[in-house]
């Protein structure tokens, strides 16, 4: 990997730490919604270390919260199976 594409993937990284304390804010403040809207969408990610280039993830988008301040999050996962573990009644709505 060239000098600066390494540079600039170590920054991203870095930066996306910063953000990690608001980013548990927010899916703090959705899970406190009475439902959450999910939706996924399959993507092909060509060069992901230890899977073939013909596997399929998903990306997956998460919204809801209060009208004023919704709370609109993204997720990657090499797996449609997707974990919920909530300690409240929560409705989830999907298009599945």
């Known amino acids: 990997m060239p000098q600066t594409k390494r540079l600039s ?8 730490e910063h953000f990690q304390p608001l ?5 703090d403040s959705l899970l406190a919604s009475r439902a959450i809207h999910c939706d ?3 993507v092909l990610v060509l060069k992901e270390p230890d899977r073939e280039p013909s596997s399929q993830s ?4 998460q919204t809801d919260g209060p009208p004023d301040r919704p709370v609109i999050l ?20 999907t298009n599945s």
């Open 58 to 61: 998903w990306r997956w988008l």
């Open 9 to 16: 993937t170590v920054s991203v990284i870095q930066r996306g």
């Open 23 to 27: 980013l548990n804010l927010m899916r």
């Open 74 to 93: 993204f997720d990657y996962s090499t797996s449609r199976a997707q974990e919920c573990l909530l300690d409240c009644a929560l409705t989830i709505a």
């Open 40 to 42: 996924e969408t399959r």
